[in-house]
Structure formats: C-alpha cells, structure tokens
C-alpha cells in the first residue's frame, strides 16, 4: 500500500503517517497540491491520498481527472469543521477523517483500499489446479497471460502472482487497455513530455516506468490497438520505452502479465492481434475455468461475500438458507464471480430472517436462475422476450432524465443509502452520483440517506 499524504493535517502528520507505517504502508508527504501532483506524475504512485481539507481539494481532483490520474482520494480536518468535511466530499473525497487521527479508522480505510480485488477463495479442484500452476511459475520472470470469461477474477489472480513472486515488495500496476481511448493508451503505458500533446502540461511517467521493479498488469490486451501492440513488443523484447514526444530511450524492469476474455488465436488469425506479441506475452497460460464449471467454488464465494457485505454494510451476519444454496449451485452464472458477487451483495441487504433465503437471492422481480444444462432454453429465450418487451412499453413516452432518476434512487434504495455502494453498481464515481443527488433534491425529490430507504426492504 502506497499513501500519499498531502498538507500538514493540522499538525497531526507525523501520527498520520506512523499510523499508516504500522499498518505496512509506504509514505509518501507533499505540503501542497501542486507537489502532490508532482509526486504523482513522477512515477511514484499512490494507491491512496489522505489530503488535509484546507488544500484545495475540488481543484485537485479536477487535476487528477484531468490528465487521468487514478486513485482514491480521502480528506482529513478537526472533527468539528463540519462545513469542510461536507465541502470535501461534494469535491469528490471518497471519505472524510476527522483529526487527531484514530488508529482504528485510519487501518480501516488502508484495508478497505488494499483489500480491493485481492480476495482469492478457492476450493474446486479445476481451480486449485490453476493456483498450483500459478505458484509453480510465480518465482519466475516469465511473462503470463491470464483468460478466462469476464468476472472469473483475473485481476485476482495477477495479484495473486505478484505477492508469490520475488517482486512483491514493488509496485504492482495496473491499466485497462479496454478503457482508455486508443489515442490515450500510449502516453499512458509509455508517459509523455511536457507539450507532447494538447493537454499535456507537464512531463508525465507511465505505467511502464511506474511499475519498475514490480509488476505491469495489462488488463483486456487483446482490446489494444495493432499499431500500438508494435511499440509493446518493442517495450517488452528491449526492456526501454519511448515516452511519447521525447527523444531519449527510457529503461525499464518490470515483469508483464495480460489478460483477456478472448480467444486470442482467434484475435491473431482475424488480423487484431500480433502473433509474435502473443508469443512474448503467452510464455506460460493460466486459464481460469468459467465458475459454473467449478461448483465447489461457488458457496465458498458466497459465504465469503456474506461475511464481506454483512461487515461493509454493519449488518448481522447471516448463513445461507439450504434452499438459497441449491439456487446458487443450479445457477448457471454468465457474469461468474463478478455476478455472484453483486447478487450476495443484493441479498445480503435484502434478506429478512435468521437466514438468507431463496426469495433474496433471486432478482427484484423473483425470477429464478437458469442453468445452461437444464434444457429450458427455449422458455428462458421466451421470458427474456416477454421481460423485453414489458420494459420497452414501460419507457415509452418516459424521458431519459426520468428514466435515469428512477434508475439511480433504486438502486440507493437497494444499498440502504449507501453513496459509494449505489455508485459501484451504477458504474459510475461517487462525484458523479452526490451531484445527481443534490439536483433531485434541489428539486424536492425524496432522496433517501444513508442507513434509510425510500421504501420498506423485504
């Protein structure tokens, strides 16, 4: 863990950062934005910001988004300033903490941000025979490709790598190349100098030289553009990369693991992908098996997802139901772990009783799961018409900003008014979803808040 601590935290720096230290994080400290910045563009990194709510918070932020900087951001001041906390969350802080600094509360935010993605729970026997590859090859500095569908948790398992591996106590990387604009994709992997491009108003370090000495996970490669798959394998066979509008070769030492949901011999014969990359990357292949093909696994995850969302939520701690269990296991699961995740999150705030039933585990509208292998596809094909049809006649004559409305206030009611978890769901940042809110309310609209919903539970 990575902390960067920006201002003087009303004198309280000092126990800030011991209590970070004794919590295993590296600390980093800037007195101002501006050097916070700096920092940040060097190369160093952060995977989290503590910044005092005196600096300039709403500025900073907007800095960050500007020129793609991302990382948590999280604000501290004397716990009576109200004002400032509120103003520091509206700006975009993920969270406020109130000086002098508690010990408990400061481990609490470190291990929330730590913590993300880096769950491995694993008890079938197709999965453990993965995990047992990846230790055989983790020691090594042989580049790995990662496959597997969406949300089997390949991110889960290139951390898992870099923590076995000789480079654990360096950087561990990562970038989306799915997510980032192709015209952005190369300064952010290769970084840039100041002037390269429009917007580029200082010199930036990329990912590359961010990762040096640990580990760079290219997420989704098979989504990276072939013009820029030639400067990869460049950066890769030669250990030095080019910073975008520079002129001076820059060495690096990372160890690169990719990953894709792809079948990438396929991306290579269509003409999307470079074979002589593939080979560079896919020095050895650990390929996650979809989770309905390794049911000892599925009620591992979800008990651990109950214990998860019980805690993250403040809710008791409550065992699955028998029926619920044979419901999870019939399932047949296309979105994988990342499905199941969301649906115990779901169910964990839906759930009434000693135990969680059946009746939370299954959508709003009650609909069972189906299973690939139960021979109703025909009937799932004709209820998912009939769903499509009901929902199109529902929004006619609706505005987006209706629709939109509607959208966001459920899903906050789902998560007992909690922001940061409705913004996850939605898929869209905390900022963005206070700002929403604020407006409904402007306009007198009932905005249900934490703890509480607009509605009762079931």
């Known amino acids: 863990m990575r902390l960067l601590i920006v201002g003087s935290l009303n004198g309280q720096l000092t126990a800030a950062s011991r209590i970070a230290m004794d919590k295993g994080a590296s600390v980093l400290q800037a007195d101002t934005v501006d050097m916070a910045l700096k920092t940040l563009r060097s190369g160093k990194g952060a995977d989290l910001v503590m910044i005092d709510v005196l600096q300039p918070i709403s500025a900073f932020i907007a800095a960050l988004e500007e020129e793609r900087i991302h990382v948590p951001v999280v604000a501290c001041g004397i716990a009576t300033d ?68 969406s949300g089997t948790g390949k991110e889960v398992l290139a951390r898992y790598v870099h923590r076995k591996s000789s480079r654990a106590d360096k950087p561990f990387v990562s970038v989306n190349c799915a997510a980032i604009p192709e015209n952005l994709l190369e300064s952010e992997l290769f970084g840039h100098e100041k002037g390269a491009f429009t917007g580029a108003v200082a010199r930036r370090v990329g990912k590359f030289e961010e990762a040096t000495g640990g580990t760079l996970l290219l997420d989704e490669i098979s989504e990276m553009d072939v013009r820029l798959q030639a400067k990869l394998l460049r950066a890769i066979q030669e250990r030095v990369i080019d910073r975008v509008g520079g002129n001076k070769p820059v060495p690096v030492d990372i160890r690169i693991i990719a990953t894709s949901n792809r079948n990438m ?31 000892a696994d599925i009620l591992a995850l979800a008990e651990h997802f109950c214990r998860k969302y019980a805690e993250v939520n403040g809710m008791p701690q409550r065992p699955l139901a028998a029926d619920a269990k044979r419901e999870l296991i019939a399932a047949g699961w296309p979105g994988n772990v990342r499905e199941l995740e969301n649906t115990i999150h779901r169910a964990v705030l839906l759930a009434s009783g000693i135990e969680i039933g059946v009746d939370a585990i299954r959508s709003p509208d009650g609909a069972r799961f189906d299973s690939p292998a139960s021979g109703r596809t025909g009937d799932a094909a004709a209820r998912a018409a009939e769903t499509a049809q009901a929902m199109t006649r ?35 940042s905390i900022r963005t979803l206070r700002n929403k809110l604020n407006e409904y309310e402007a306009e007198g609209v009932d905005v249900p808040e934490p703890g509480t919903a607009r509605v009762a539970m079931a």
């Open 82 to 149: 109200a004002k400032a906390a509120v103003a520091a969350i509206r700006a975009g802080a993920k969270e406020y903490i109130p000086l002098p600094p508690d010990a408990e509360m400061i481990a609490a935010v470190l291990a929330a941000v730590s913590a993300d993605s880096r769950e491995l729970v694993v008890r079938d026997e197709a999965m453990l025979a993965v995990l047992k590859l990846a230790d055989q090859v983790a020691p090594s500095e042989a580049s790995i490709l990662i496959t597997g569908e």
């Open 265 to 295: 011999m396929d991306a290579v014969r269509e003409g999307h992908f470079r074979e002589d990359l593939l080979y560079r990357l896919n020095v050895v292949n650990l390929k996650i098996p979809p989770l309905r093909a390794r049911p």
């Open 394 to 428: 529902a929004l006619v004559g609706r505005t987006v900003a209706d629709v939109e409305r509607e959208l966001i206030l459920d899903t906050l009611d789902h998560c007992l008014g909690n922001r940061t978890h409705a913004a996850k769901i939605l898929g869209i």
